[in-house]
T-cell receptor, first 114, second 113 residues
């Protein structure tokens, strides 16, 4: 069966520090991978998605970046965090161009920038 | 530009009664819709879906209705249970291969025992 792992679960970082969040998927190959953010009082905002190794599409211009160094690994990074980067970050995967079940989400990372 | 809107941020319902959660969309190209349920500090989990070729889909206590002319969908939960208390997100996608769903802002449902 397929599983998705996301870590860490919680993170408190000072403004200006770097960020690296990692997500891995097991039990499937060539998944579509996504990073979402849920900010306080807001919905789920798509940040990045990837349909293959090295292929990254950015939805929202910001100081975050994403990389996919391996087929089932997706990394969200920042060189210098802003207060506005605080939120709940979710990694997700799907089986192909369009999945009737949508995405399977990880358990999320609560990021607080102080 | 919020293409998927859930105008009610919260809803309280008595246990055993019907919960109705609403969602509106603006993009007429959307032809597949999902509902997700999310508990605090967890990722959302898939609940039910509907294609634009249907106007209703039912799965146990959960029914989703789609009104394409009004660009509106709703999720009915009958009967509501305390364990249904969560945030519910609707999501929409067009099936032209854009690889992504657009999510609404969510509605927090509280089922009172």
């Amino acid at each position: 069966s397929q599983t998705i792992h996301q870590w860490p679960a919680t993170l408190v970082q000072p403004v200006g520090s770097p960020l690296s969040l990692e997500c891995t998927v097991e039990g499937t190959s060539n998944p579509n991978l996504y990073w979402y953010r849920q900010a306080a009082g807001r919905g789920l905002q798509l940040l990045f998605y990837s349909v293959g190794i090295g292929q990254i599409s950015s939805e929202v211009p910001q100081n975050l970046s994403a990389s996919r160094p391996q087929d089932r690994q997706f990394i969200l990074s920042s060189k210098k965090l802003l207060l506005s980067d605080s939120g709940f970050y979710l990694c997700a995967w799907s089986t192909g161009p369009h999945s009737v079940y949508g995405y399977t989400f990880g358990s999320g990372t609560r990021l607080t920038v102080v | 530009d919020q293409q998927v809107k859930q105008n009610s941020p919260s809803l309280s319902v008595q246990e055993g009664r019907i919960s109705i959660l609403n969602c509106d969309y603006t993009n007429s190209m959307f032809d597949y819709f999902l509902w997700y349920k999310k508990y605090p500090a967890e990722g959302p989990t898939f609940l039910i879906s509907i294609s634009s070729i249907k106007d209703k889909n039912e799965d146990g206590r959960f029914t989703v209705f789609l009104n394409k002319s009004a660009k509106h969908l709703s999720l009915h939960i009958v009967p509501s249970q305390p364990g249904d208390s969560a945030v519910y997100f609707c999501a929409a996608s067009d099936t032209s291969g854009t690889y992504k769903y657009i999510f609404g802002t969510g509605t927090r449902l509280k089922v009172l025992a």
